[in-house]
């Protein structure tokens, strides 16, 4: 059985740091991408950062470009998204996500790119 279990996330100050991890059981994932979502109250779910089977390739949404960076351990079978100079417009609950399906190694940007899901977290940024 495929889990992605998440943490990390929490509230902070705008301007402060957080660091969400996502580990993967179940099967490797060595050969997908992998990508953060997140989805504000009341908005559709949107792609946050992704990156590649070998971290090769990386995408940011321009909303988190500079402050944002995404990163996997394929031993670990894990990726990571470190997230700085937080605003409150990054408030959200974020999620990780594997990519499946034809070209599944590259970074894609749309929710239906991807196929397993971790369970969520919430992060806050307060003012």
């Known amino acids: 059985q495929v889990q992605l279990v998440q943490s990390g996330g929490g509230l902070v100050q705008a301007g402060g740091s957080l660091r969400l991890s996502c580990a993967a059981s179940?099967?490797?994932?060595?050969?997908?991408?992998m990508g953060w979502f997140r989805q504000a109250s009341g908005k559709e779910r949107e792609i946050v950062a992704a990156i590649s089977w070998n971290g090769g390739d990386t995408y940011y949404a321009d909303s988190v470009k500079g402050r944002f960076t995404i990163q996997r351990d394929n031993n670990k079978n894990t990726v990571d998204l470190q997230m700085n100079s937080l605003k409150p417009e990054d408030t959200a609950v974020y999620y990780c996500?594997?990519?499946?399906?034809?070209?599944?190694?590259?970074?894609?940007?749309?929710?239906?790119?991807?196929?397993?899901w971790g369970q969520g977290t919430q992060v806050a940024v307060s003012p």
């Open positions: 179940g099967r490797t994932f060595s050969s997908n991408a």
């Open positions: 996500a594997v990519r499946w399906g034809e070209y599944s190694y590259a970074p894609a940007y749309a929710p239906a790119d991807y196929y397993y």
